[in-house]
């Protein structure tokens, strides 16, 4: 158990509907990744949050949005949603900024649009 | 941005052998490389770890080492079990901000599906 939590752990929905992943990093951890995991295009970097604000973002979609609380928990919105949306969704924590790199993952949520 | 080469994409070994895979990057400024595996369906557990200031690394059977000047690191497993069966990650991770303090998002190569027989 890495102390990285998500829910849900599966969700399934139609197309062009809106859905909200959950992720609490592990106690004293700073920093939030999302990362999509897919057959075809392998473990991507969608966006990190520090400490509430957003720090870098990677390719992900306009129709994606995220944040991270004030209790540092984040969630991650996905909207008019398409087949190709389905994956595995990972946040993963480290303790950020001139703390240690290491980043653990949480057990994912999977998302299948039908 | 940064590029994670990874091969071989499977690798199948006889239980007791040494399994090694291989990773390049691209990115020069790049000092944080870290090795996932992953068992179906599961998350990416972090094994191991190798810093741009350290030439090699052991913990127990696997050791990861690192060539910065032609920017590739290798996974080595050494006596391998089934139970080493698995998908393994490397990664890459570039510094952010001033003094490269914090880091940020992990560049990830394609994986390689580790197979070890009994």
């Known amino acids: 158990d890495s102390g990285v939590t998500q829910t849900p752990k599966h969700l399934i929905t139609a197309t062009g509907q809106r859905v909200t992943l959950r992720c609490s990093p592990r106690s004293g951890d700073l920093s939030v990744y999302w990362y999509q995991q897919s057959l075809d295009q392998g473990l991507q970097f969608l966006i990190q949050?520090?400490?509430?604000?957003?720090?870098a973002k990677g390719n992900i979609l306009e129709r994606f949005s995220a944040q991270q609380f004030p209790d540092l928990h984040s969630e991650l919105n996905l909207s008019s949603l398409e087949l190709g949306d389905s994956a595995l969704y990972f946040c993963a924590s480290s303790v950020g900024a001139g703390g240690s790199y290491e980043q653990y993952f949480g057990p994912g949520t999977r998302l299948t649009v039908t | 941005g940064e590029n994670v080469e990874q091969h071989p994409s499977t690798l199948s070994v006889q239980e007791g052998d040494s399994a090694v895979i291989k990773c390049t990057y691209s990115d020069s400024a790049s000092n944080y490389f870290p090795w996932y595996k992953q068992e179906l369906g599961k998350r990416p557990q972090l094994i191991i770890d190798i810093r741009s200031n350290v030439g090699e690394k052991k913990d127990q059977r696997i050791a990861v080492t690192l060539n910065k000047t032609a920017k590739h690191f290798s996974l080595h497993i050494t006596e391998t079990q089934p139970e080493d069966s698995a998908v393994y990650f490397c990664?890459?991770?570039?510094?952010?901000?001033?003094?490269?303090?914090?880091?940020?998002?992990?560049?990830f190569g394609q994986g390689t599906i580790l197979t070890v027989h009994p």
């Open positions: 990664a890459a991770s570039t510094p952010l901000g001033a003094g490269g303090t914090s880091y940020g998002k992990l560049t």
């Open positions: 949050y520090y400490n509430g604000e957003e720090r």
